[in-house]
């Protein structure tokens, strides 16, 4: 074997040692750095909570708005900053920070806000709960929480009711508003009388 040979041997035998080298070091550091946390096991937990809290496989969706007529003809615009569904019931959207409005054909308007909705895209029935407030006509409405039926065109409002009007204030257990008729009717439970302060003149 000449010499020139023998060191082409040498270099390669060299260059192959090299990439054994090579190549073993690149797959163990890959294998330390799959060990490694990526996120804390504190943080794995807060992430565990917040999905819990959440219902599952469903859909999530911000600053949605809908729209449409009531049976009764009557146009409205529901708003939610945050609102998710169920795959089990994709019809119910539960909503986060809620805005309402409902056009009535007298050319009125009841404006409603609330903490916490429910709306449910087949039948259009709403429900509002948590620092629900409302206008109408120059009234005030406050309550914690309202429900609305589109199949019978009634809005009930409930729970430490107060309305506050040019011609006075009114505290009621339950409203209960006709939309069709446009009639009022006052409730109170346990038949306590209804606590109202009107100006006459």
Request: net charge neutral; hydrophobic share 40%; proline share 1%.
């Amino acid at each position: 074997m000449t010499p020139r040979r023998k060191k082409l041997i040498l270099i390669q035998i060299s260059l192959l040692l090299i990439g054994l080298v090579i190549i073993f070091f690149t797959y163990s550091n890959q294998k330390v750095s799959l060990n490694k946390e990526i996120i804390s096991k504190e943080n794995q937990k807060k992430i565990k909570e917040q999905l819990g809290d959440k219902p599952g496989k469903g859909d999530v969706f911000y600053n949605i708005e809908y729209s449409g007529l009531d049976l009764a003809g009557n146009r409205y615009i529901l708003k939610s900053k945050e609102a998710h569904n169920q795959q089990s019931a994709p019809q119910i959207i539960n909503m986060k920070f809620v805005e309402a409005v409902f056009y009535f054909k007298d050319d009125t308007f009841l404006y409603v806000l609330s903490d916490e909705g429910v709306y449910n895209n087949r039948s259009l029935d709403m429900s509002f709960s948590g620092n629900v407030e409302a206008t109408y006509e120059g009234s005030e409405l406050f309550a914690q929480k309202a429900e609305y039926s589109n199949s019978n065109s009634f809005l009930s409002i409930f729970e430490n009711v107060i309305v506050k009007d040019v011609k006075g204030t009114m505290v009621a257990d339950k409203l209960l508003f006709d939309i069709k008729k446009q009639t009022l009717n006052i409730a109170a439970f346990n038949d306590e009388k209804i606590n109202a302060n009107i100006n006459i003149k």
